[in-house]
């Protein structure tokens, strides 16, 4: 099976970035990977855009926020953030989970539940920059196609030695 990974070539993809992230670490890592980034102004503040998957992150960082978390800037910029992306993630970068990020992390959980808002805590850019592109390439539609008919083999496997199946077959 490693052969087959060595054998790959590697995903490479066009990301839009959001100018005020334009001298962040993640960029530079991005770039490392030989990705396309595109930087915009007309994107939200803080915000990663993965085009042919159809994913958006948003980045917020609890370091940058006042001592009112709780303040409506934050959760109008997120609310408009999950309005215009429909694949929307949230990257909530807290390097140490102290009472003050745990705390955002819960207020932005109850007052997104149910909404198409994903969160995913991240403790460093290498976690950042590997978690967005793992989704981004899982969603993307060459390998979604792929990974669907993996499932759907592995599905039929499972079914076809299914000790269940086996049974029921004998009964008919």
């Known amino acids: 099976m ?5 054998a790959a070539p590697q995903w490479k993809t066009t990301i839009i970035v959001s100018t005020s992230l334009q001298n962040h670490n993640t960029n530079r890592m991005l770039s490392a990977q030989q990705h396309r980034i595109r930087f915009s102004d007309s994107v939200e503040t803080g915000t990663f855009i993965f085009p042919l998957s159809g994913t958006a992150f948003l980045l917020v960082d609890p370091q940058d926020l006042l001592e009112n978390f709780d303040e409506p800037g934050l ?7 999950v309005q215009v992306h429909r694949n929307s993630f949230l990257l909530l970068y807290a390097p140490f989970n102290g009472k003050r990020e745990l705390e955002i992390l819960s207020l ?4 997104f539940f149910g909404s198409n808002l ?8 290498a976690e950042m920059v590997k978690g967005m592109l793992t989704i981004a390439k899982a969603t993307s539609k060459p390998h979604v196609d792929s990974i669907r008919d993996r499932m759907s083999l592995a599905r039929g496997h499972i079914v076809e030695s299914s000790p269940v199946w086996e049974m029921l077959r004998d009964t008919l």
């Open 2 to 6: 490693e052969t087959h990974k060595e």
């Open 108 to 111: 932005i959980q109850r007052r």
């Open 75 to 81: 959760i109008e910029r997120i609310k408009t953030f």
């Open 118 to 125: 994903r969160i995913l805590p991240v403790r460093n850019n």
